[in-house]
T-cell receptor
Framework: ELKVEQNPLFLSMQEGKNYTIYCNYS?????LYWYRQDPGKSLESLFVLLSNGAVKQEGRLMASLDTKARLSTLHITAAVHDLSATYFCAVDIQGYQLTFGKGTKLSVIP | GAVVSQHPSWVICKSGTSVKIECRSLDFQATTMFWYRQFPKQSLMLMAT?????????EQGVEKDKFLINHASLTLSTLTVTSAHPEDSSFYIC??????????FGPGTRLLVL
């Protein structure tokens, strides 16, 4: 059974600081996704990582994938309040069936 | 990007009634649609996967007779919660994927059963 573990589950950080969210998974996977969810809303796609060593950046967020370590990271640079949300990683197995991590609730404090 | 809609966005119903939720892919043909359930402050749990014209594949622990899924066309899937009870109250999210296999998520439907 595939397990996807995120840590931390809760993260409170000050504006302007940097931090990293980790996503470990237990089985070889084809793809890894990062999503953002605002309260009461559905998922917003952030990144799709397809291969070992893949790195993608959008604004203050950067995601990377190490398939050998079965680890993905979501790095936040110089956090701003607008980044407050819950972030999920999800791993693709058996084609395109997604297994989600528990999510990391990020609060950026002024 | 690809757009997926859900209707209704929220619904309140009495215990024992049935509720139908629609999921539509607006600008692409969805060969596969997925239904997820999310309890407050928890992650998404896959309930079932459906391919157009085929019976849905349900995840372990999900009652087929309670959560009826129909994927009658390449742009529409429906989830019917039959004889709903308060414990069925949740946030239901669908996603759809076409040939590229990337899943596009709908905005979700919040169900409250009184």
């Amino acid at each position: 059974e595939l397990k996807v573990e995120q840590n931390p589950l809760f993260l409170s950080m000050q504006e302007g600081k940097n931090y990293t969210i980790y996503c470990n998974y237990s089985t070889t996977s084809d793809r890894l996704y990062w999503y953002r969810q605002d309260p009461g809303k559905s998922l917003e796609s952030l990144f799709v990582l397809l291969s070992n060593g893949a790195v993608k950046q959008e604004g203050r967020l950067m995601a990377s994938l190490d398939t050998k370590a079965r680890l993905s990271t979501l790095h936040i640079t110089a956090a701003v309040h607008d980044l407050s949300a819950t972030y999920f990683c999800a791993v693709d197995i058996q084609g395109y069936q997604l297994t989600f991590g528990k999510g990391t609730k990020l609060s950026v404090i002024p | 990007g690809a757009v997926v809609s859900q209707h209704p966005s929220w619904v309140i119903c009495k215990s024992g009634t049935s509720v139908k939720i629609e999921c539509r892919s607006l600008d692409f043909q969805a060969t596969t649609m997925f239904w997820y359930r999310q309890f407050p402050k928890q992650s998404l749990m896959l309930m079932a996967t459906s391919n157009e014209g085929s019976k849905a594949t349900y995840e372990q622990g999900v009652e087929k007779d309670k959560f009826l899924i129909n994927h009658a066309s390449l742009t529409l899937s429906t989830l019917t919660v039959t004889s709903a009870h308060p414990e069925d109250s949740s946030f239901y999210i669908c996603s759809a994927s076409g040939l590229a296999e990337t899943q596009y998520f709908g905005p979700g439907t919040r169900l409250l059963v009184l």
